[in-house]
């Protein structure tokens, strides 16, 4: 090895064997080599010297701050998370049955055909009287061929105007010459929106 | 009895990431003096240094913190994503040293040169000046002798934070030593000053 070739080993390779033996023989590669260990001793002291050096303490408790937070974010999504598809899960469930509860319930009665001139005008009430006794105090008489009504069977009530001679239909009299008039009457209608049950606003039962 | 050997740096991450903090915590306290170090040494400024640790460390607690064992060691990310830092800092302006001067193709200094025995660099004074010629360093030699023979960050993780062949970074470490030897060799035996070398007298 000559010198030239130490120079180009030296900078590529941590002293080696053949490096040593070059330096041996030469003196200026000698010092070379010696340079080079006492720079190496002189970093490794630094080094050590430094290792002393930390970030200061603050910089752990902010980061352990920081963990804290991120970790409890983290668990606050996951139950958020885990809300979510029970969430789905159960509206997925409920509104079948919010459908069923629609189709099954009492349909609201649509509003009764115009039968007269200027006739109809109906409301769904809700206090509705009891229609069961035919010629109950309330007024109410029980249509001909309608279905009786249980007692806890849900029924509408609609106002509407028919004509008087509606009142023939159950049992009234009604005089000949009145006969094409309209006049108010409350209809009760059952849970299958059939009329059961009529009463005559303002007309005295004949 | 029998001893456990502690665990390494991939299994503390893989207990961080599952939430435990004490894996974090010995993480921290395992590799935060050499990040910080390797930022104070490279900016010069213990505030810079700080923040920077603390970025470092946040960036390793966000979810897609793109650490890839198979890529290189958990040390040499941290050392990555800190030297980016850094360079973000400079370029805001907050490192106000020169951290870039010099050529790669630069004249290396001789190792050695007659009759310049270098005298001892272990002791508290040989100690400052090296310290002192190492911060006057250009960056890419700073960096490396830093990074490999302050802190013993190995030639392939250094190379890969550099992203930079493993003999790029041997011969800039070489490069490196050889000027903080020129460096000590000027500051213990000055160069003559302008005045000294005034003429004497005239001869034209």
């Known amino acids: 090895m000559n010198c030239q070739e130490f120079r180009e080993g030296i900078a590529e390779e941590e002293a080696n064997a053949g490096l040593l033996r070059h330096a041996g023989r030469c003196e200026a590669c000698a010092a070379v080599l010696d340079r080079r260990g006492r720079l190496r001793a002189g970093l490794r002291t630094l080094a050590a010297e430094l290792r002393r050096t930390e970030a200061p303490a603050r910089v752990e408790v902010g980061l352990v701050a920081a963990f804290r937070s991120q970790q409890w974010q983290a668990r606050r999504a996951q139950r958020r998370q885990w809300w979510i598809p029970a969430l789905s899960w159960a509206a997925a469930a409920g509104v079948p049955m919010v459908v069923a509860l629609f189709l099954l319930r009492p349909h609201q009665p649509l509003p009764a055909h115009r039968t007269a001139p200027g006739a109809v005008e109906a409301a769904s009430v809700t ?3 009891d229609p069961y006794s035919a010629e109950g105090g309330d007024g109410f008489i029980a249509l001909p061929n309608a279905r009786g009504l249980d007692p806890n069977e849900e029924v509408n009530m609609v106002r509407v105007e028919v004509p008087r001679s509606a009142m023939l ?3 009234l009299a009604v005089s000949a010459d009145r006969v ?4 108010e009457a409350d209809v009760v209608l059952g849970p299958d929106g059939l009329a059961r049950a009529i009463r005559f606003v303002d007309e005295p039962m004949m | 009895m029998k001893i456990t050997p502690p665990e390494t740096d991939d299994e503390l991450f893989v207990r ?6 004490s894996a974090f915590v010995q993480l921290y306290r395992r590799r935060q003096g050499a990040i910080y170090r390797f930022v104070l040494h490279m900016s010069r400024s213990p505030a810079v ?4 640790t603390q970025e470092v460390f946040v960036a390793l607690l966000r979810e897609g913190c793109g650490y890839d064992p198979d890529r290189g060691t958990l040390s040499g990310y941290l050392f990555g994503i800190a030297r980016k830092l850094l360079l973000r800092q400079v370029e805001r302006g907050r490192v106000d040293v020169p951290l870039e001067s010099g050529s790669e193709d ?9 009759g310049n025995a270098l005298e001892d660099l ?5 100690i400052e000046a090296l310290r002192r010629a190492i911060g006057t360093l250009p960056r890419r030699y700073r960096e490396v002798v830093v990074l490999c023979d302050l802190e013993e960050v190995d030639y392939a993780d250094t190379a ?3 992203g930079c062949p493993i003999g790029t970074v041997r011969s800039r470490l070489h490069r490196a030593r050889a000027l903080l030897l020129d460096k000590l060799n000027h500051e213990r035996r000055p160069r003559p000053t302008v005045s000294a070398l005034s003429p004497i007298r005239c001869l034209t």
């Open chain 1, 127 to 129: 206090d509705v009287p």
């Open chain 1, 169 to 171: 239909e159950v049992g």
């Open chain 1, 180 to 183: 094409s008039e309209l006049v």
């Open chain 2, 16 to 21: 961080l990431r599952g939430g435990e903090e």
């Open chain 2, 49 to 52: 240094a700080e923040d920077v």
């Open chain 2, 106 to 114: 630069a004249a290396i200094p001789e190792l050695a040169v007659a």
């Open chain 2, 122 to 126: 272990t002791n508290r004074e040989g």
């Open chain 2, 160 to 162: 890969a934070m550099l």
